[in-house]
């Protein structure tokens, strides 16, 4: 799908309630970027942008105090970030890079502001959004503070699986940044998805999974 072709607000849940001839004015004021794999979109030293993933997927990450790089999320096609920003929250440490070869979508803060004054329902439904995206980030505390690693994993494949709502998911990440996600290491997360397949509750062919046997992954390891 091309740019010419290609609405990105009809993408994301924040414009969902707009009428159509409302979608093709917002559409007007949002630029189109393609930006490469590695490409740093959002960082404390760049513009406040309002992203939004048209295709391919962005990491969201955070810098400890220490400097290591702690992944916080992945936004695919649809899914956008930066509201905060616009919003006058001052991005102190959060980093936001092109996983493949994207394409974006983005608004400046004044077009953003001029939007929520223009159309007030925006802002109740960025509300709602938000606190999804709270409830999110509770999540990730809870998940995070599990003690065993196993855990950690089977909770993630779970909701994978549930997002998906298939058996059939795909890692939407290298093992790498997923050990990094999980709060362990490469190798460790190697054995334990070792460990599943052994139990002949996944099976794996590179990130495509299939859940084969969802109550043992729950009563066994979650």
Same mark, same amino acid.
Request: glycine letters at 6%; charged letters at 25%; hydrophobic letters at 40%.
């Given at each position: 799908?091309?740019?010419?072709?290609?609405?990105?607000?009809?993408?994301?849940?924040?414009?969902?309630?707009?009428?159509?001839?409302?979608?093709?004015?917002?559409?007007?004021?949002?630029?189109?970027?393609?930006?490469?794999?590695?490409?740093?979109?959002?960082?404390?030293?760049?513009?406040?942008? +309002?992203?939004?993933? #048209?295709?391919?997927?962005?990491? &969201?990450?955070? %810098?400890? !105090? =220490?400097?290591? @790089?702690? *992944? /916080?999320?992945?936004?695919?096609?649809?899914?956008?970030?930066?509201?905060?920003?616009?919003?006058?929250?001052?991005?102190?440490? +959060?980093?936001?890079? #092109?996983?493949?070869?994207?394409? &974006?979508?983005? %608004?400046? !803060? =004044?077009?953003? @502001?001029? *939007? /929520?004054?223009?159309?007030?329902?925006?802002?109740?439904?960025?509300?709602?959004?938000?606190?999804?995206?709270?409830?999110?980030?509770?999540?990730?505390?809870?998940?995070?503070?599990?003690?065993?690693?196993?855990?950690?994993?089977?909770?993630?494949?779970?909701? /994978?699986?549930?997002?998906?709502?298939?058996?059939?998911?795909?890692?939407?990440?290298?093992?790498?940044?997923?050990?990094?996600?999980?709060?362990?290491?490469?190798?460790?997360?190697?054995?334990?998805?070792?460990?599943?397949?052994?139990?002949?509750?996944?099976?794996?062919?590179?990130?495509?999974?299939?859940?084969?046997?969802?109550?043992?992954?729950?009563?066994?390891?979650?």
């Amino acid at each position: 799908m091309t740019l010419d072709n290609h609405h990105c607000v009809q993408l994301v849940p924040l414009f969902e309630k707009l009428a159509e001839q409302d979608l093709t004015k917002v559409e007007k004021i949002v630029e189109h970027k393609k930006i490469k794999k590695g490409e740093i979109i959002i960082s404390p030293d760049k513009e406040p942008l +309002l992203v939004i993933v #048209a295709q391919g997927a962005l990491k &969201i990450s955070q %810098l400890s !105090q =220490s400097g290591k @790089e702690q *992944l /916080l999320r992945i936004i695919e096609a649809g899914d956008y970030e930066g509201e905060g920003a616009l919003l006058g929250v001052t991005n102190g440490q +959060l980093y936001g890079q #092109a996983m493949i070869d994207s394409t &974006i979508c983005f %608004l400046r !803060q =004044s077009d953003f @502001e001029t *939007l /929520l004054t223009t159309y007030p329902s925006l802002s109740l439904q960025l509300l709602k959004l938000n606190a999804k995206k709270y409830l999110a980030a509770e999540h990730q505390a809870g998940f995070l503070a599990l003690d065993d690693v196993e855990a950690r994993l089977a909770h993630y494949f779970l909701n /994978l699986s549930a997002t998906s709502d298939s058996i059939y998911f795909e890692i939407p990440m290298k093992l790498k940044e997923l050990a990094n996600y999980i709060g362990t290491s490469p190798e460790t997360i190697s054995r334990k998805i070792k460990v599943f397949e052994e139990n002949k509750i996944i099976s794996r062919q590179g990130r495509m999974i299939k859940l084969l046997d969802k109550e043992k992954l729950e009563d066994d390891f979650a």
